[in-house]
């Protein structure tokens, strides 16, 4: 495994930041100190204060530390519904929010999209006892990226209907406005470059009160990972219960990198590398980008298809030293997805499309 | 924070098995390894494998990586309890667990001693309508191991009564047999020596048949880690999520260190040093063993009370380097908690006894 250029769709290549940060944080002891200490309430502190920066989280927005982005889903689902969710469906991971609801027990509706087309959030018209209304920003499976600007019309449409973003592979490349969104999610192996085994949940003062209202009618909305229950710890810079503190730690120190670069610059970097791979799918004689159309491409994750199959391509590619992710689902032996992160350089990028 | 000697109750002294390991793993690209892949069902199968061998966890029962003991306790309650639990509490995690199941929305019935003191399981009357027996091998708070000899009895009295079992603060240094107990958990920043951030629970064939009758009722029994989730995964040597690959490898590392002294040879060596640390309690002017029983003393949390209280002892100790724990919850400035765990070698319990 070693020496390789992980473009993966992630899990994948770690941001430089993340070594250095993690070795130190072993030899100055971040990894023995208490969850209960000064030490970990400023190791908490300049973690969530740097991911509110990068990201625009807003004051009025508590910012929660998870274990998933998969736990993320079911959290928002237990303590923002009632009885009845709307979900955006075009991708493996909207579907998997879909099903995530519908094992709670709640009436999970959908708006349906193929697998690679989009959906216009504008034109979305919600249920009436719709309660959430759950979006993901970039599909993962199928590198599909949502426009959000229609949720300013849904608020407008429906000003009572909470509003929940997947942005998993999309932070902190693509922007949300927190004001629209009561609810956004992460994990920190993708967008971020670190090892898996964190995500990062921003909660408004909206669903903090759905929550509150479904847990004073009797309902349940989890145990210790409510959002009483963890806006309760977060507000004293703690968890309720140990959390993963090297980890952290470490994205308190992968957002200090990035913000070093400029938000600015970091998006204006990922756009002129995923403009070189869309390009280089476009020119390769047995490639052609997935997404046909241009507006919904990701930039983040950029997905081939491959004419004659992607497996020959992948293994090419894994022998040169770059692994690329497969496929997903129905799609795994017709695509190839490449990660664009801010992990990835320039020259990382240009060697790969070298090599494809 | 560099230099000090952790004696903490967990997060605790990192394991020497646990940076060399992450070292080479961050460098041979294991962090960014993707979870669905050969290379991580091999480090899921290894480290399984010898989480198996060390805690002698028979092939009937499955293991499954989640991400905290206090999430253990929640899908254990969701997985295994239709109305009732009961709890033995003697302690803040007893306590925990019993308020988990209350959260939840189950009657949760609990048998109670005094904190410091234990609780005879073979005498427990297990009331007509409870599902679930939990017990807390070794409570963190106060330092009380509780005999599990009696599990027997209960098993005979109720055979269809689930038992559960906290393991946090025990494992791998006091015996459990899996036999009499369905599920059984841990977390790795304890006995483990390693970073916060993942945990381990073996579910039993009878857990697993709970749950799916609970389900076939029509109760939630969670979604991605319901137990009929992750023992589909765990077939496959998989996850639901994506999980914390970093920590499981890291895992299967500390078992290997762990495995090579011996099982027999490690809990005999924390016996020993268990011994020195509370007879230098009993030797002290100005502390004595708070658990008064002496067949009650945790072999691995070892906690002392301090007639005139304990911050400047704990401030002592911590001039010369060694880092203990405070008492827990209301005996906060009246204890100190000493953590005896395999990471302690024999030299550094020595060295602290002399400090003390």
Chains 1, 2 share one sequence.
Not at 91 to 107: D, Q, V, Y
Request: charged fraction near 25%; hydrophobic fraction near 45%; glycine fraction near 8%.
């Amino acid at each position: 495994m070693a020496g390789k250029l992980y473009f993966t769709a992630g899990p994948t290549r770690l941001h430089p930041a993340v070594e250095p940060a993690m070795r130190r944080a072993l030899a100055e002891g971040v990894a023995s100190i208490s969850h209960r200490g000064a030490g970990f309430r400023r190791v908490f502190e300049r973690a969530t204060g740097r991911v509110r920066e990068l990201l625009g989280i807003p004051a009025t927005h508590s910012v929660f530390f998870l274990s998933s982005g998969t736990e993320c889903m079911e959290r928002i689902v237990q303590n923002c519904v009632r009885e009845q969710s709307l979900h955006l469906v075009n991708g493996a991971f909207s579907e998997r929010f879909h099903r995530i609801a519908e094992s709670l027990g709640k009436r999970a509706a959908r708006v349906e999209a193929e697998w690679g087309e989009g959906l216009d959030t504008g034109a979305v018209v919600v249920p009436d006892r719709a309660e959430l209304l759950c979006v993901t920003q970039n599909e993962t499976s199928t590198g599909v990226a949502t426009d959000l600007g229609g949720l300013a019309a849904i608020r407008r449409q429906r000003p009572d209907l909470l509003v929940a973003v997947d942005m998993v592979s999309s932070a902190p490349c693509m922007e949300v406005d927190f004001e629209l969104v009561d609810c956004a999610f992460f994990s920190v192996q993708k967008g971020f470059g670190m090892p898996a085994g964190l995500a990062v949940l921003s909660a408004g003062p909206r669903a903090l009160e759905r929550a509150a209202a479904l847990k004073a009618e009797g309902q349940t909305i989890g145990s210790y990972h409510s959002f009483e229950s963890l806006a309760a710890k977060a507000a004293k810079h703690e968890t309720p219960e140990t959390p993963n503190v090297l980890a952290i730690h470490v994205l308190g120190e992968v957002c200090r990198a990035i913000l070093a670069e400029g938000v600015a610059a970091m998006r204006e970097r990922t756009a002129q590398k995923a403009g070189l791979l869309y390009e280089a799918l476009e020119r390769h004689p047995a490639l052609s980008p997935f997404v046909a159309d241009r507006a919904l491409r990701s930039p983040t994750v950029i997905v081939g298809r491959a004419h004659g199959g992607s497996r020959a391509i992948i293994g090419r590619l894994a022998e040169e030293g770059f692994v690329v992710s497969a496929g997903y689902g129905r799609y795994r032996d017709e695509h190839l997805r490449i990660a664009n992160f801010p992990a990835h350089e320039l020259s990382q990028v240009r060697d790969l499309v070298d090599a494809l």
